[in-house]
């Protein structure tokens, strides 16, 4: 029998290797909205993704405080029927969140919230149809006050995982997971380790700038995104033991005055993230979620000031960035 030249074998063995890691790979996704205005016409934002030619499972909406005027069950269930996944992003105490906040005046805040999750997101998401709910995203903010941090709160475990009861007992079956901030802090254990075993998914975030007020964004280390991710995914992974989300990543194209002049880092951090899918994929990353699909011109200017505009893969005009074609070749590699 005729020898095979190794370099037939080793061509069959990369073909192979790609076969078996396509049916393990990074499921991504968009958001952050179900609809929005795009030249003065309304469009379903999942569907112009679609056109585009991106190839993705997960569609998120964000819920911030008000939220049920915009959004309903309908929207949850025409997404399921195209075929996606809904990501519920449960957003209600966001930056003033602390110990203190949450006990203050007998926790009314608490209590107004465990009731938002019993009569209105229940309702939303009992569809009979998966639903991921990322609840919380950043409550590990470190207090601009003094107060404590939810971190250094052991009940933290028990007030989450009676949030993660009523939404299991209206809505069965919804997934649930919190969503700790990356700040490059590994505490999380005390604060996190019961509900831990309770919860479906662990998810996290990543967000960059170059308007980024707390450090120098011209970096490399800042801009190295995907360092951050699996350091950070590895320690959710090692330390709770269950699936890790990357429930939003979010990186501004704006610099100086120029809606586009971070438009080559933002496309650069998404291209080295997907050059590192395994990697994630070995720390239980199991979906990667892109926000946002089109810049918002109505969005507030809180942390990166008017950077916080220019997140999408596209301007608000629909014209594509170059984020989105790095995007798209994910789906070209399947």
């Not at 909406?61 to 996606?84: F, H, R």
């Not at 992003?89 to 926790?107: A, C, M, P, Q, V």
């Not at 209590?111 to 609840?135: F, G, H, Q, R, T």
Request: overall charge neutral; charged content about 25%.
């Amino acid at each position: 029998m005729r020898q095979i030249p190794v370099l037939i074998i080793v061509l069959i063995s990369i073909f192979l290797e790609s076969c078996i890691f396509s049916e393990n790979r990074l499921k991504i996704g968009i958001g952050d909205r179900f609809d929005q205005v795009v030249n003065g016409k309304n469009v379903i934002v999942y569907e112009e993704a679609k056109k585009d030619g991106l190839k993705f499972k997960y569609v998120s909406i964000w819920l911030t405080p008000g939220w049920s005027a915009w959004v309903n069950k309908e929207m949850l269930q025409k997404i399921c029927k195209d075929g996606y996944t809904p990501v519920v992003i449960y957003y209600t105490f966001g930056d003033s969140i602390s110990k203190e906040y949450l006990e203050r005046n007998n926790r009314a805040k608490l209590n107004a919230w465990y009731k938002d999750l019993k009569e209105n997101l229940v309702p939303l998401i009992n569809i009979n149809s998966e639903v991921l709910v990322v609840l919380e995203p950043e409550f590990n903010n470190i207090p601009s006050s003094k107060e404590t941090a939810v971190t250094e709160w052991e009940e933290w475990n028990e007030i989450t995982g009676k949030a993660i009861d009523i939404l299991r007992k209206g809505a069965p079956y919804c997934k649930v997971g919190l969503c700790p901030g990356d700040w490059g802090t590994y505490n999380l254990y005390k604060c996190m380790n019961k509900v831990a075993q309770k919860s479906d998914f662990i998810a996290f975030q990543e967000m960059r700038a170059s308007s980024d007020p707390s450090v120098d964004s011209s970096t490399a280390e800042y801009q190295d995104v995907v360092g951050s991710a699996l350091k950070f995914s590895s320690y959710l992974k090692k330390t709770f033991n269950k699936p890790v989300l990357w429930s939003y990543l979010a990186v501004s194209s704006y610099k100086n005055g120029n809606p586009l002049g971070w438009e080559t880092e933002q496309a650069v951090i998404i291209k080295d993230i997907l050059k590192k899918e395994k990697e994630l994929f070995r720390n239980g990353v199991f979906g990667f979620l892109y926000f946002a699909y089109f810049d918002d011109p109505a969005h507030g200017t809180e942390f990166f000031g008017e950077a916080e505009k220019h997140f999408g893969l596209k301007a608000s005009s629909g014209v594509p960035k170059k984020a989105l074609y790095e995007l798209k070749k994910h789906g070209l590699s399947e």
